[in-house]
């Protein structure tokens, strides 16, 4: 039913910043829970930070703690992920997710609606 199109992905320098956004259509953006994750080639997909429908509760990965913020705009039906001192090691397919499922969700399985994903390159 929902849709989700991330965009904003890119090659950078370590060190730089990027902003991905996903936009979600389809259905109603009501009642979404958010989430952010991201896969390495040869690693599992991990969630990197979630936000409730509400936008009052968000969660981060260690990793990118201090690093990455989430948000999101829900008259624009959007959620956003800041990415600031990016590092090679952050190298990977990021993905947005959604779910009705209340609260801030963090487990994969958990989550209903998945984009196509966003390529995020960071060069030394």
């Known amino acids: 039913q929902v849709q989700l199109v991330e965009s904003g992905g890119g090659l950078v320098q370590a060190g730089g910043s990027l902003r991905l956004s996903c936009v979600a259509s389809?259905?109603?953006?009501?009642?979404?829970?958010m989430g952010w994750f991201r896969q390495a080639q040869g690693k599992e997909r991990d969630i990197v930070a979630a936000i409730s429908w509400s936008g009052g509760s968000t969660y981060y990965a260690e990793f990118v703690k201090g690093r990455f913020t989430i948000s999101r705009d829900n008259a624009k039906n959007t959620v956003y992920l800041q990415m600031n001192s990016l590092n090679p090691e952050d190298t990977a397919d990021y993905y947005c997710?959604?779910?009705?499922?209340?609260?801030?969700?963090?487990?994969?399985?958990?989550?209903?609606?998945w984009g196509p994903g966003a390529q995020v390159t960071v060069s030394s």
């Open positions: 389809g259905g109603s953006f009501i009642g979404l829970a």
């Open positions: 997710a959604a779910t009705r499922r209340q609260g801030v969700i963090r487990r994969r399985v958990e989550y209903d609606y």
